[in-house]
């Protein structure tokens, strides 16, 4: 009877064990990808710039091409041995490739065979995966991917007799019960790599008799089904080699990238070593965090690897002497807020379980140069405006979120979803709805300026209002000097964000119709129509508040916004491309206008401040906001080549005394500083025409007549007063009769 | 992807094409400028339309002139589109397309290359609204703007909407004759 028992129960872990193994071979969490560097003759990118592109792929710099994955530095050529790469839509095999270099950029591209190559890009980064729940993360690899000496080096620090046992081996444990029986404490010295494995797949580390008698039996039933080959194989992909928050590292693949940045099949004799070494003990020998242990245990299984002549001893000697070489930071995690993003685009057309096990390779948007150009203009500043601050009640660190887009295709480029952008928590970027404040007005004018009743000159009153509301209550707003300006022309009402004048026009075009343009540009639900959404009452998260400010970037076409350009299944075919596509949802002579003005914004108005910290030559349009009492500071702006919206502020809404000018504004000028990019420079539209208005007054002048004149663009028909002495040629014809009536009838107006 | 029963040039009827074609072949110059590769202004104000720092207004109506090209990375990958969507491959030559726009997001002339790729796939909207992109950075190209207005004109033409169709292909013709 006990012996049916036992015969049972060794049937039922037989059946478990291969039903695990024969499982587990094909989860593979979906892999995603930064958009690859495009190289051409003429990007602005100078040979040390190529170089730490290269450096971030991990190539290694070498005095000789010798394999995939390396290059060469030949005064102002780079020769690369670039690797295989598959993109979205194609695969490359590995090639050779020589940039030239120069103060302007590349200049030259050339194949091995010296011919002109107009275009290429470099493999895209990987940026992460997408693993499941229980967060076991891993990249999967064949046999023909992993180079012969990991085996090799598994087998002789780990299990020496692996080629011969039958999945436990008598001889390793009865040494290891010995030194067991001697330290009072089991060790794991006598498990063959068939025992870790299926201790792996069970995910049990408590070394209790009987799991130890359960694991062998396992052990012995997967030796008589399997290979040792697909054994060491599916031990290379599933062991457990590190921990990065939630996610763990599984297999030698990923490990590779974890630590090293780079493929495993580049790995040389030290970092393959320093794998192996961690396999005993991936916490207790971290190697970013206890490298000198860590360093110790290398150059041991160095030794053992000499000593047992897998490797000759002076080559493990000379690996000896090289450091860790581990990448400081882990890689494949650096973007949490991006991948979020990613991860919430993708669950509207896949289950979860595709993408943590169908092996999907995601290519998305994100280009690191901004990400990383987003994060560190961030951190920095946050960190300066906290130490400006000081005020003691204020205990809580300042939060801020950053997006950036590509206007024109509506690539979404970076995201930070807060200052500790490690941390896979709270995505501010995504997350945190927050009122609009005075960024909203762009909207406001935009849709004046589409009535055809206003122009960037036309004269709006800012002066006090009293609204009573439906409620019976008054709603009285202030301008934020809490001062009123009289007659002002539009381009100085936006340009200084006057409040009172703003509510004047948007009454005037109606609320509804306001909504209206906000719901256009990609709002996707009705704002409340209360007059205070005049003034930035709707709430919106960065990344909508960049999905609106997009459409003003692309000249009146709005874009969905987009992080994953194509999703590939395991064979390489497409499953899913997200193309490009446009709506225009405003006439280009309207949108021109308004940014124009939001350039003016940049020269004259609450957008100054910037100007120090940008290139002098650079056009660009923006717009503050901040929110009632100082709780959010926003600031959305653009030049021709980038959109940055940037929210800086408290997590639970406290007000932070900051304006957008003074705390967003500063992250946003230090993001575009850094992205470089081209100036903002649409073609102004056929029928409008440029004018100069006096920017406290709105007449129009000529240059020498006013020392405080910007130029506007106006609708070509566009009637403005002159300012009286400006010497306008046609003094005394019947035009001017017109015009000394307009001033006339202005000028009864003001007063 | 579904066989597509229309070629790229069949619905297109080869006109706005052609023009590409040619411009694309004057394209042969040295390192570009960041910011705008392709485009060489041919007379006007440096800054080629109204740029806010320009100081010189043009005169109403008369747009800065100028002509679009394709810088060598764009014309290459605009050649490989072509081959792709020759081949039925449309979904390929409009990802082949996108990364020519990433090069050159200003360049009216890949914006109508897309459209095409767009009706060669029946998608008569989005080629209409590429279209209108394609226009909206063309001023001051009148062979440019000829082809933005034929590529309206045909997604038009594509939805019944044949009136407004002629109309734009009349704006085509008086800009630029085939």
Known sequence: MAAVAGAAYVLYLDLLVIHQFEG??????????AAPLELYAGLPLSESEVGHELERLHYRKVAQLDRPGTYRVNGARIDVALRPARFADESRDAQLLSISAGSQGIEALKDAAGHEVPVIRLEPLLIGSIFPSHGEDRIVLTPREVPPLLPAALKAVEDRRFDSHRGVDPQAILRALWVDARARQIEQGGSTLTQQLVRSYFLSTRQTLGRKIREAIMAIALDARFTKDDLMNA????????????????????????????????????????????????????????????????NLVLKELADQHVVGAPEAAAAARRPLGVTPRPAGAY??????????TLRRDYRDQDL?????????????RAQDAAERALDSELARLDRMKKRGSEAQALQGAVVVTAPQSGDVIAIVGGRDVGYDGFDRALDARRAMGSMVKPFVYLAALE????????????????????????WRP????????????????????????????GLDIGLPKVAETLQRFGLDRTPQQVPAMLLGAVDVTPLEAAQLYNGLANGGFRNPLRAVRAVIGTDGKALKAFQLQVTQVATPEAVYQLDRLLTLVMNRGTGRPARPLLPADLVVAGKTGTSSDFRDSWFAGFSGSNLTVVWVGYDDDAPTGLTGSAGALPVWARIMASLGGSSWNAPMPDGLVEMEIEYATGLRVLPGCSDDRVTVAVPAATQVAPKAGCGFPDSGNPVTTFIDRTQRWLHALVH | MAARPRTLTGVAGGSALLAAVALAACASRGPVPPGLPGEVAVSGSEAGGGSPSSPSAPPPGAAPSRQ????????????QARTQAGGGEYAAAGATLERALRIEPDNPLLWVELGRVQMGEGNAGQADAMGRKALALATGDPTAQASAWRLIADSLHARGRTAEALEAEQRAAGLAPQ
């Open chain 1, 451 to 474: 009535s055809g009743r206003y122009s960037a000159a036309t004269i709006v009153q800012d002066e006090p209002v009293d609204l009573k509301l439906a409620g019976g209550q008054h």
């Open chain 1, 235 to 298: 031990y290379i992909n599933e062991i457990f080699l590190g921990q990065d928050g939630n996610r763990a590292i599984h297999g030698f693949g990923l490990a590779s990238q974890f630590y090293f940045g780079k493929p495993l099949s580049e790995l040389d004799l030290s970092e393959i070593a320093l794998l192996v070494a961690v396999v005993r003990g991936p916490s207790y020998y971290d190697p970013r965090r206890h490298a000198d242990r860590v360093l110790a245990r290398r």
């Open chain 1, 24 to 33: 587990r071979r094909w989860t593979l969490p979906a892999q995603v990808f």
């Open chain 2, 68 to 79: 679009f090209h394709l810088g060598p990375a764009a014309n290459a990958l605009v050649t």
């Open chain 1, 478 to 505: 202030e301008n934020f000097a809490h001062d009123t300006n009289g007659p002002v022309p539009v381009a100085r009402a936006l340009a200084e964000s006057l409040n009172l004048a703003t509510v004047g026009v």
């Open chain 1, 335 to 344: 973007y949490p807020a991006y991948l979020d993003f990613v991860r919430r």
């Open chain 1, 356 to 368: 943590t096990e169908a092996g999907l390779s995601i290519y998305t948007s994100l280009d690191p």
